[in-house]
């Protein structure tokens, strides 16, 4: 008896092990994380300044700006739906907030209250048609985009709005850790929040059970309309909150604010193995998918690489990313599902 109980255990560990390995490997953020490594690795080889202190802290400063509006992006995502306008929602909140410091004289708190409830009705109007009135989100955001750009051409007449009050500015140059300031503070703060919420609050599971199989949703009880709405309006607040930060930044509200960041975040959240069909996707992955594109692109330019091949390579990535994900969540899953019934 105790032969064959010492012959078992090797076969009973085993198995163990490979199923272990199998859940790590198949998490989402694990293949992000390694070609992150690997593209780092890579470039770092090719021009060892890449992972100079300055470029560090320009990838690091332009993921701050960028990666907020991906945190809103992963909840609505999350929800199963997606947002095209949030760099149009950015651009406008700046700008209109600007333009209450300098046109209208209002303090500095009032003024960004006003840029913030800007990107909060936007989030609204966004949310109420797509839900109520069952206009694709794809078509909603998108035409909001257009209105979002319009409406800055008419905020601005064309031209940056200056000069703005001190106190916002010095806001703007102030560094907290590594050169870095109040807006990678204020990220990572809303990311660690955000991923927690996400993973360990029933508000978390409702929101991926209303992007994962909304009708079942329902009938336990979930309002997911008023899930979808909300997602709406946090992603508008926080492309106004980044927009903002960068018109402290540069302490002035110019037109370009924004301008592009709409597929930035979309690619970034999706290369993060965030689904586009809802239900699925971590914050951490949306996280780490923005940085990777940040790194890309710097990368690129480091090494020398014209910058009309930035867009092309990003899109490539996607892609590919897209892809990959998809095939080894089906040959983890399947191959699991196999292995356990053996």
């Known amino acids: 008896m105790e032969k064959v109980v ?3 255990r090797p076969e009973t560990v085993a198995p163990s092990l490979r199923a272990k390995a199998i859940r790590m490997i198949a998490i989402g953020e694990v293949g992000v994380i390694a070609a ?19 470029n560090i802290r320009a990838i690091l400063q332009v993921v701050s700006f960028v990666g907020i509006i991906a945190i809103g992006q992963t909840m609505l995502l999350v929800c199963g739906e997606f947002d095209l306008s949030v760099g149009s929602v950015a651009g406008l909140s700046a700008v209109v907030s600007a333009k209450l410091m300098t046109a209208f004289g209002l303090p500095v708190p009032v003024a960004i209250v006003g840029g913030l409830a800007t990107g909060a ?27 979002g750009q319009g409406l800055i051409q008419v905020v601005t007449n064309g031209a940056p709005v200056y000069p703005l009050p001190a106190s916002v500015g010095e806001t703007g140059m102030q560094t907290i850790v590594f050169g870095l300031g109040w807006s990678f503070a204020f990220f990572i703060v809303a ?11 029933v508000l978390g599971r409702n929101m991926y059970a209303t992007g994962g199989n909304p009708e079942v949703a329902r009938l336990v009880g979930i309002d997911t309309n008023l899930y979808k709405i909300g997602a709406f309006v946090t ?19 110019t037109t370009s604010i924004g301008s592009g960041w709409e597929l930035t975040v979309i690619a970034g959240v999706v290369v993060g193995g965030v689904s586009l069909f809802g239900g699925a996707g971590t914050m951490a992955g949306g996280i780490v998918g923005i940085l990777l594109l940040q790194v890309v692109s710097s990368g690129l330019v480091v090494i020398g690489v014209s910058s009309n091949w930035q867009q092309i390579a990003i899109g490539v990535i996607m892609v ?17 599902g196999a292995r356990n019934k053996e």
């Open 191 to 201: 990311a660690i929040t955000a991923d927690l919420v996400l993973r360990r609050t």
């Open 6 to 8: 010492k012959a078992a």
């Open 121 to 147: 009705i936007i989030g609204l109007v966004n949310g109420l048609i797509v839900v109520k009135f069952r206009i694709p989100a794809f078509i909603q955001t998108l035409g909001m985009l257009f209105i």
């Open 235 to 253: 992603i508008g607040m926080m492309a106004a909150i980044a927009g903002m930060f960068v018109m402290a930044d540069l302490a002035s509200g």
């Open 36 to 54: 992150l490594f690997v593209l780092v690795a890579l470039f770092y080889f090719i021009q060892p300044a890449f992972l100079s202190p300055r």
């Open 320 to 336: 590919l990313a897209v892809g990959l994900d998809i095939a080894r969540r089906r040959y983890f899953t399947v191959g699991a």
